[in-house]
């Protein structure tokens, strides 16, 4: 990554987390602050894993198109899940919880069309593809619905 993105992400984590604290220093609310700093965290060593971050360095080469697909298909998967235990009201019911699971291949369709034509996508790009990925997995619902109600 360049330098300037590096800082930038470096600058954005940081003050994400200062707001957690602060927000955990207001409300008391512990759980909140132990899932968001997490996420954050789990972020952090995923960029550091993938990319070396926050050291900067020159890429060469990345991972193929069909790898990527993969990739973004489980982000997806994530994201569906997420969006049923974010919303879940009451109990559990594996029904419920898998049949949404089943059109992640529609939601991944306009993902696979920013993809298709490249020989190789760097760990960045793939990094936002995948969160772009479990976005779209999350949100399947409400785009669905806004689509039906203006046929």
């Known amino acids: 990554m360049s330098p300037i993105i590096t800082y930038t992400l470096l600058i954005f984590m940081a003050s994400y987390g200062l707001f957690i604290i602060v927000e955990l220093l207001v409300s008391r609310a512990a759980k909140r602050f132990i899932l968001q700093a997490a996420i954050l965290l789990g972020v952090f060593i995923l960029l550091n894993v993938i990319t070396g971050f926050p050291a900067t360095r020159q890429a060469f080469g990345g991972v193929s198109p069909l790898a990527s697909i993969g ?5 997806i998967l994530f994201g569906i899940a997420a969006h049923y235990l974010f919303y ?10 898998l049949k949404p699971l089943l059109i992640s291949p529609i939601v991944l369709l306009p993902l696979i069309g920013s993809v298709q034509g490249a020989s ?12 772009l990925a479990f976005q779209n997995g999350f949100f399947w619902k409400e785009v669905l619905e806004r689509a039906k109600g203006s046929i």
């Open 88 to 97: 879940l009201k009451g109990r559990f019911f594996w029904r419920s919880f």
């Open 71 to 75: 990739i973004m298909f489980v982000c």
């Open 120 to 131: 190789n996508i760097e760990s960045i790009q793939l990094i936002s593809f995948g969160f």
